[in-house]
Each structure stands twice: as C-alpha cells, then as structure tokens.
C-alpha cells in the first residue's frame, strides 16, 4: 500500500506532537499524592496522556519498514540505513551527554550547588557499557536514547516478526498484548526486570512496533470520524483517572497494566480529533531533533533553577510547569536549527533528518 501525501503529513504531525508529549513528560513533577495537582500530572504525567508519545514512534518506524519488505535485500538495506539514522547519532549523542553532564556537575560544584540527578554518580568513572548502553539492565547514558538503542533491536528481529506474523498476525499481536500487560503486572517492584522489560527490549514497543507493520498492510477498519475520536479520548481519560485511583490505594500492579489498555484509545483519539496536517512541513521535521536534545536543556534549567534558588517560585505548580515546558521547547527548537544549518551536524546528530 503506497502511503498517500496526506497521511504521511498526517503521521510527521503527529511525530511532531508525540515528541512534544515526551518532552511535557519529562518536565514533570512530585505534588503530594491526592492533591488537585497531583491528579493534573496523573491525568498527563508520566503515567498518563503523555504515554502516548513513545509508543506512536514505535508504531511509526514499524510502519515504515513493512513498506520495503519483500523488496530484493530489503533487510541488509533496512540495517544498513538505521546504522546512520539510528545507531550514529544514538553513540554520539550518549558520549556528547557524559561530556556535557561532566562539565555541568563540576560548574555546579564550583557555584556551590550538589546536583541531585541520577547523572551525577555515572560521571565518576567513565564506563564504557553504560555509556553505550550495553548494560541490558540500566538506562544508556543519555536515559531518552532508550528508545533508540530498542528500535535497533527491533529492526535486527524484523525478519523474526514477520515470520510469525505470516503465521497468525491477530494472534501475534494479541498475543504481545497480553504479554505487554503481564509485564508491566510483573515489573512493580523489580526495578532491573522493569527496565528490561520497558527500556532494553520494550514489550509495549514490539506490541506497536509489530502493529505498525500490519497496519501497514491491513488498515484498521474504522472510520467512525471525529466523534468516535471524542469517545476514544474520553474513554481514556476516564480509564487514566481509574489508574490513579489504583495507585492511590496501592494497587501499582494493576495501574501499570491499565497502561496497556488506555495508550491505544488515546493515540486513536489524537489521531482522529487534531487537525495534524496543519503543522508545518518545517516544524513537523524537527521531532527526531526535539526529541534528543530537549534532555539536556531540561538538565540545565534544573541546574539553574537549584543554584539560584527560584523552587521557592513554585516549582511545583502548575503554572511554573508551563512556564518550563515551554523554556524547555523553545530552546531545544532553537538550538535544533542551529545545529540542523550544518549537513555534517545534521547528519552526524540527527540521521539525516
């Protein structure tokens, strides 16, 4: 199926939003649980909305590649292509970012300011599989290049996937469904398992990965226009509010399992309901960008906002939250064009892209 001119403006619009999303949830929070506020970032926080984001760009990437599949030496290409729009940028940016988090900490010890972000204590030493990502039970060094370093190992079980695939596909993306469910049931209080299971080989990422690809060759079949995107939303909205309850009473195993039923209403109604084709061709181009250097913008500010003591502005509030966010993004768009005016930068960083 040749993909038309407006989905693939339609699917750039909503990269460009899912990028937006991931950067709203790392500009997150820690109101006391129960509070109004702490509801607001439950409803869009990291366990929310913004869910959303990484798993359309697995569904993206796999619907991508089913297009070339069956194509004369379409997997040495595939692999071939992503080690220079994926795996360059992915080491680079992960040896970019001990560099910049080395310089950060020791000009913050300088004004006499501890940082207290988890990249303080991988700075001591320089270790060479963290670094890189290597370690199938941690973070890479630059935590958001997770989603690169699975996507890698997707593409690489492609040919895996589609083996299976031509042999039952709704019952193999049932099947990950429910396994992505197990997981997530599994993962609450096992902290190397759950990054295993989210950050090194995502199951929710196979589950859209794999999607991704039969949509490709099978649309969904419905067409219940604007409105049934209205009702997705809603649906999802609510099935988030339900999660937080679970969470306010403990219940973490079957809140982290309401992930699985909640992201894919969500996504449906965002597609359905925002005019996505009307972000601008030039705008849309920058999510891959947004995505990877809104990290280290973040890191700043919050240095910035410790050495000066401005948390007695109200950090936690919401109104300072869109007050960063929207710091946050303007300065990661910013130094984006900036790097993007170089083809060796644009390349080297960005894939390409």
Do not use: D
């Not at 913004?50 to 760009?57: A, H, N, Q």
């Amino acid at each position: 199926m040749k993909v038309s001119q407006q989905l693939s403006e339609r699917i750039a619009g909503m990269s460009f939003v899912c990028a937006v999303l991931v950067v709203m949830m790392h500009v997150g929070v820690n109101p006391t649980q129960g509070t109004v506020q702490w509801w607001f970032f439950r409803l869009v926080g990291v366990s929310g909305l913004l869910r959303v984001g990484v798993p359309f760009f697995f569904l993206a990437a796999g619907f991508f590649l089913a297009a070339h599949i069956g194509e004369v030496g379409w997997y040495k290409n595939a692999l071939t292509k992503r080690v220079h729009t994926l795996l360059v940028p992915y080491i680079i940016w992960n040896l970019l970012y001990w560099g910049f988090c080395f310089a950060l900490i020791a000009g913050c010890n300088l004004l006499g300011y501890k940082p207290s972000t988890f990249e303080a204590e991988s700075v001591k030493t320089l270790n060479l599989p963290h670094l890189l990502g290597l370690e199938p039970f941690t973070l890479p060094m630059m935590g958001t290049t997770w989603f690169i370093r699975n996507l890698l190992l997707l593409v690489v079980m492609a040919p895996i996937f589609i083996f299976m695939n031509g042999n039952g596909r709704k019952l193999m993306v049932g099947g990950l469904f429910m396994m992505t469910m197990l997981c997530f049931f599994v993962a609450v209080g096992n902290p190397r398992f759950q990054h295993f299971v989210l950050y090194t080989f995502s199951v929710e990422g196979a589950l859209y990965f794999v999607a991704g690809m039969y949509l490709r060759e099978k649309p969904l079949p419905l067409s219940f226009g604007r409105l049934g995107g209205v009702i997705s939303l809603v649906l999802g909205l609510c099935l988030i509010a339900f999660s937080g309850f679970l969470e306010c009473n403990g219940i973490n195993n079957w809140s982290m399992v309401m992930w699985t039923i909640f992201v894919p209403l969500i996504m449906y109604g965002i597609w359905k309901v925002f005019p996505l084709e009307w972000i601008g061709r030039h705008t849309r181009s920058y999510a891959f960008s947004l995505y990877l250097i809104h990290l280290p913008v973040k890191v700043v500010l919050a240095g910035f906002v410790g050495v000066f003591g401005l948390k007695e502005l109200g950090c936690e509030s919401i109104w300072f939250y869109f007050v960063r966010l929207i710091i946050i993004v303007m300065i990661s768009l910013a130094i984006a064009w900036l790097l993007r005016m170089s083809r060796i930068c644009r390349v080297l960083l960005f894939g390409g892209r």
